[in-house]
C-alpha cells in the first residue's frame, strides 16, 4: 500500500543532542515537505523539496537541515535540539501537477 | 503576517446539522484552495479543494464555496456526524508554491 512514513512517532531527546526525523513514501512523489505545528497554530513550512538533490528553505529552517539524495527518502537534522524546538513535525508529498498533500502521521519531538 | 486565516478557534455542532468553517485570505494571487481534517496524534488528511476560478465544489457531504471578491472560503458539511470531530485546516497556493496554512478550527460534533 502506497503511504508515507514517518519515525519516530514520538521522542524525547535532551538539550544539545543531534537528532535526525526519518520520512520515507512509497508512492513516486517529487515534492516532499515539512512542515512545524505547534497546538492552535497552523503549519510553518520549513523545508520542501521538488525533486532528488534539490531542496529550499521555508518559514522555519534556520536551525534544522534536509537531504534529498533518494527520492522517496527526506530526512530533517536539527543539528543541536533546544527546548524551543519541541513541536509535533509533519511530513508531506505530493506529485508534480497534484496540489493536495499526502501527510505522514507525525513525529512528536520533546526537547528536555 | 498570516496570509490564511481562520478566526474561529472551535466551534461546536448538534449530529445531523449544519456546520460551517470558515477562511479568510489576504494574498489575492493564490489560485488553489484545500481542507485539510486532522485528528489528535495523526497528520492531516485532505479533504475538499477548489481552485479559484470556481465558486462552489461539492463532495458528498463536504462543500467547499468560494467568494474571491471577499477573500474569503467556507467549508459546509451536511450533516454532520461525530466522526466529523477534528480539527480543521484551511490551506492556499499560488502556482507551484508549497501550501499555506491556517491556524485550524477545532469542529466537535455533538451526539
Known amino acids: 500500500e502506497a503511504d508515507i512514513y514517518q519515525t519516530p512517532r514520538y521522542l524525547v531527546i535532551g538539550t544539545g543532542k543531534k537528532i535526525t526525523l526519518e520520512c520515507s513514501q512509497t508512492m513516486g512523489h517529487d515534492k516532499m515537505y515539512w512542515y512545524q505545528q505547534d497546538p492552535g497554530m497552523e503549519l510553518h513550512l520549513i523545508h520542501y523539496?521538488?525533486?532528488?538533490?534539490?531542496?529550499e528553505k521555508g518559514d522555519l529552517s534556520s536551525e534544522s537541515t534536509v537531504s534529498r539524495i533518494r527520492t522517496e527518502h527526506f530526512p530533517l537534522t536539527l543539528e543541536s535540539a533546544r527546548p524551543s524546538h519541541t513541536s509535533q513535525y509533519l511530513c508531506?508529498?505530493?506529485?508534480?501537477?497534484?496540489?493536495?498533500?499526502?501527510f505522514g502521521s507525525g513525529t512528536r519531538l520533546t526537547v528536555v | 503576517d498570516q496570509q490564511v486565516k481562520q478566526n474561529s478557534p472551535s466551534l461546536s455542532v448538534q449530529e445531523g446539522r449544519i456546520s460551517i468553517l470558515n477562511c479568510d485570505y489576504t494574498n489575492s494571487m493564490f489560485d488553489y484552495f484545500l481542507w485539510y481534517k486532522k485528528y489528535p496524534a495523526e497528520g492531516p488528511t485532505f479533504l475538499i479543494s477548489?481552485?479559484?476560478?470556481?465558486d462552489k465544489n461539492e463532495d458528498g457531504r463536504f462543500t467547499v464555496f468560494l467568494n474571491k471578491s471577499a477573500k474569503h472560503l467556507s467549508l459546509h458539511i451536511v450533516p454532520s456526524q461525530p466522526g466529523d470531530s477534528a480539527v480543521y485546516f484551511c490551506a492556499a497556493r499560488t502556482g507551484n508554491t508549497p501550501l499555506v496554512f491556517g491556524k485550524g478550527t477545532r469542529l466537535s460534533v455533538i451526539a
Open positions: 477548489i481552485s479559484s476560478i470556481k
Open positions: 508531506a508529498s505530493s506529485e508534480i501537477g497534484n496540489y493536495g498533500y499526502t
Open positions: 523539496s521538488y525533486g532528488v538533490n534539490s531542496t
